[in-house]
């Protein structure tokens, strides 16, 4: 069948980076506890009970890009819609996830597909984003060693410079992580991930600061890749509201994602 | 008489509020483009397709060489908010269809003593909501709405009235359950498939459970025993229930297809990541209810996505009606595989004219701008073999080329034999 369902993965993903609830965080033994709080009061600036965003995600590569935007909505850690606005031919297609449960609605077909675990896990067209960036973000806080080590201006900004050691057990993929964070509103404004070796895999970074959902963000994303030369993944936020009033679990039914409009921003 | 006349009423009327729409759109994209009462979205597609006969019946016709027709496809979906909670949807098909091909099977169709551009263009719904401009054996040009209904909601319930798929599958291959709108699966060009003259009730009773109760007025045109081409007038009435639970969807339904009482479930789920699906519906007679059998049509599929992103996804279809000989060999050459291809005849419980098909595929993305696909399917009885190879390219971000081909090879027949080879080059904009 040529239905096309994809891309589903980083949708979700960045559902997830956007909003992302408080868990519950493990104290290490060994640690900067100033530093870690630092890290976690810049992880928390995203957080909220309940979201709505509009942003537009794109892959750039030596010779070419694409775009994806896209409006989401959730609701605490489990429930999540998004409604695709570009690129034309997927426009009007919606995902819900519930729990563990995900669902795709193709208005040509007028069907809802069930999306299976393995599918979530597909990134769309090559994003340099990973799975373990965008959903495991709280692990910066829980499954590192965080050491203050300097302080450097980024785009104007005085920074506190952190650097991330994994914790012997944890299950991440990055053998040391350096994170900028902005003393007067702690976003975390660059952050260098690299290999077990050593060697500098890529580079995020966040600029332009704007009030968003009453708060002082980044509205610009970039991660760039420091092995290939010119491929990077940008994210453009261009609005972002938290502890929306007219939304509860109803709103997240298959029903509503059958009839959602996108907002008019 | 009067019923003629409205119904080429309703279609002309369709039909210039249309054009209307899309000259406003046309002047004012910008405007609408910023106001979500009113969406268009829609592609325009040329696709040329090359057709190698194979079979004896072609060479006994004098059809040996390669045929060639293309098409200028133009799709517009209209969805319009009249009010909160009523809402207008309209999808209009512009077809322009050439080249040789079409005189050889005008030619192929009248040995059965049939019309080839009258078929191409039948309407099958309740309202004929298609325009004939225009057609002779080089060419056919048509408009059709294959979608054009009002949907009303009511807080939990939802009434939804005129033209409009009703989509029961739960399959990604074949779907028994779909007993509204089955759609041919070599069909590939055109995946929103005819809608179906109807009225559709929803009632959510939860988040993620429904009720269903859909009627759907049309016609059938099939060859009856004399070879003789029938239109009737035909009913499907049908209920569903639809609910989730242990992270699976299930659904159940009973009615009347068209001569059938029918009824049937579906589940939708994963097992270690892959997604598990199935369909079962169970079909019979109701004029000989008594004295004919049962006829059990089921389909059951897995996928699975891995992390370099090749999925791979597995099929099977059973029809305790099928043939466990040549498929096709009750129904003669050219009312067999080939015209099974051209037409759309096929319902759920038609799906297959197989005891069983098997089906695969693998499709894997070799850049992310590339992506090749290969399907195949395999009937075990009669030995034929469809193989689907399609390479997509996104040469801009609205803009997509693709070469498909569609390759049949087995003895005459069968299921998939006097058919031959199709290639398919197909350029789409999307808008």
Known sequence: ?265 | MWNKNFHLFISKWLFRSSVAILFLLMSQHRAFAKNNHLLVTGYTEYLNNTWIPQGSIYSTLGINNWQSQSGIYNRFNFQYSLLNNLKVNVSMRNNFIFGPTIATYNKLFEQAGFNYNKMAMADNGYLDLTMRYSDNPSYLFYTNFDRANLKLSLNKLEITLGRQRINWSKNLVWNPNDIFNAYNYFEFNYVEKPGSDAALVQWYTGNFSSVQLAAKLGYTELPDSNGVLRREQKKTIAAMYHLTKWNYDFQAFGGVMEDDVTAGMGWAGSIAGAGFTGEVSWFRNQQQFADTSNVWVASVDMNYTFKNNLFAQLSGIYNSAGATGPAYAQYGSLSGSFSNLLMNNVNAKTLTRSRFDLFGELSYPITPLIKVDVASIYNPYDKSVYVGPTATFSLTENLALSAVGQLFWGDSLTEFGDIGQMLFFDLKWSF
């Open chain 1, 1 to 265: 069948m040529k239905t096309r369902i994809y891309s589903v993965g980083v949708l979700l993903l960045l559902t997830l980076f956007i909003a992302r609830p408080a868990h519950a965080q493990n104290q290490p033994a060994k640690d900067d506890q100033a530093a870690k709080e630092i890290v976690s009061k810049s992880f928390n600036l995203f957080l909220g009970k309940s979201s709505f965003s509009t942003m537009t995600m794109t892959v750039v590569r030596p010779s070419w890009k694409r775009s994806i935007e896209m409006q989401t909505w959730s609701l605490g850690d489990d429930y999540y819609i998004t409604y695709i606005m570009s690129p034309a031919r997927d426009r009007g297609q919606v995902f819900l996830k519930y729990n563990k449960d995900m669902w795709n609605f193709i208005p040509a077909i007028n069907r809802i597909i069930k999306i299976p675990p393995s599918m979530m896990m597909q990134a769309w067209m090559g994003s340099d984003f990973t799975n373990n960036d965008l959903m495991k973000m709280n692990s910066i806080v829980t499954d590192y060693t965080h050491q203050l080590n300097g302080n450097e201006k980024i785009d104007g900004y005085d920074c506190y410079v952190i650097d991330l050691k994994p914790l012997p057990e944890a299950p991440v993929v990055w053998g040391a992580i350096k994170m900028w964070i902005a003393k007067k509103n702690l976003n975390t404004l660059k952050e260098e991930f690299y290999n077990t070796k050593g060697n500098l895999v890529k580079t995020e970074t966040a600029s332009n600061l704007k009030m968003m959902g009453g708060r002082l963000l980044p509205s610009h994303l970039e991660m760039v890749s420091n092995i290939k030369h010119g491929h990077k993944t940008v994210i453009d936020i261009s609005h972002q509201e938290f502890d929306l009033k007219d939304i509860n679990q109803n709103f997240f039914s298959i029903q509503h994602i059958k009839n959602i409009q996108p907002r008019n921003l």
